[in-house]
């Protein structure tokens, strides 16, 4: 890795790593951090390009920064781990465990999407119009060429087989808010193609960490707290 990535570390015990989503940085879960460091070592991370983690260089993408997760693991001996990932972080996190799958415990994705097709279009077409109008001027901009490469994220990426989910190992939980921008049948999609995963939905939209965190953090901590199957 050619970066060093900013993180929260909070709590001790069996390591829990926060991923958030795009454009944001580990401060989105606040409502978790705190919550989840009475049990677990808390580690919330800025991924490259976000927060206070440098972007580098060479590609921008999700099975990048899955790659970062592992090299920020090894370089903190963090041999296995239970990872949470919201949005472009379930994305992340879904990538990390299919590439990595003896590197995690336990599995959360919360609004994540396989591809495009997962995404509502209210939501996902102001997206890739974005990314077209940022693209055109990425080569004399700094901040247009950053924003395409944010909304590149979503139009891009994740690009992920359903038949690649079944190499997952690790006990999931997949969730989504009962509002999600994410789709719910692809959202079920998700869950059914990897192999030991339960589905919930939470009610509220795509933000429910943070909207509905008593509901969320509950669930979680239910699914993370539960001996193993």
């Given at each position: 890795m050619d970066i060093c990535l900013n993180y929260e570390e909070k709590g001790r015990g069996e390591p829990l790593i926060l991923l958030h989503g795009n454009g944001e940085d580990h401060s989105y879960f606040i409502h978790q951090i705190e919550y989840f460091s009475r049990k677990f070592r808390v580690i919330a991370i800025d991924t490259r390009g976000h927060g206070a983690s440098e972007r580098g260089t060479g590609p921008f993408t999700i099975r990048r920064f899955a790659d970062d997760l592992h090299y920020f693991m090894k370089e903190h001996e963090i041999k296995k781990a239970n990872i949470l990932g919201f949005s472009d972080g379930g994305n992340i996190a879904l990538c990390f465990a299919i590439k990595y799958p003896e590197s995690v415990n336990r599995l959360v994705i919360d609004g994540a999407n396989l591809d495009t097709s997962g995404v509502k279009p209210y939501f996902q077409i102001p997206v890739e119009i974005g990314?077209?109008?940022?693209?055109?001027?990425?080569?004399?901009?700094?901040?247009?060429?950053?924003?395409?490469?944010?909304?590149?994220?979503?139009?891009?990426?994740?690009?992920?087989?359903?038949?690649?989910?079944?190499?997952?190992?690790?006990?999931?939980?997949?969730?989504?808010?009962?509002?999600?921008?994410?789709?719910?049948e692809h959202t079920k999609k998700i869950a059914e193609n990897i192999p030991d995963s339960r589905l919930l939905f939470i009610e509220g939209d795509?933000?429910?960490?943070?909207?509905?965190?008593?509901?969320?953090?509950?669930?979680?901590?239910?699914?993370l707290s539960e001996e193993q199957r």
């Open positions: 990314f077209k109008l940022a693209s055109l001027f990425a080569g004399k901009s700094a901040g247009a060429k950053k924003t395409a490469e944010m909304l590149g994220l979503m139009v891009n990426d994740p690009d992920i087989d359903e038949s690649a989910l079944r190499a997952i190992t690790a006990p999931t939980l997949v969730i989504a808010g009962t509002r999600d921008m994410i789709k719910r795509h933000f429910i960490a943070r909207k509905n965190a008593a509901c969320f953090n509950a669930a979680v901590d239910k699914f």
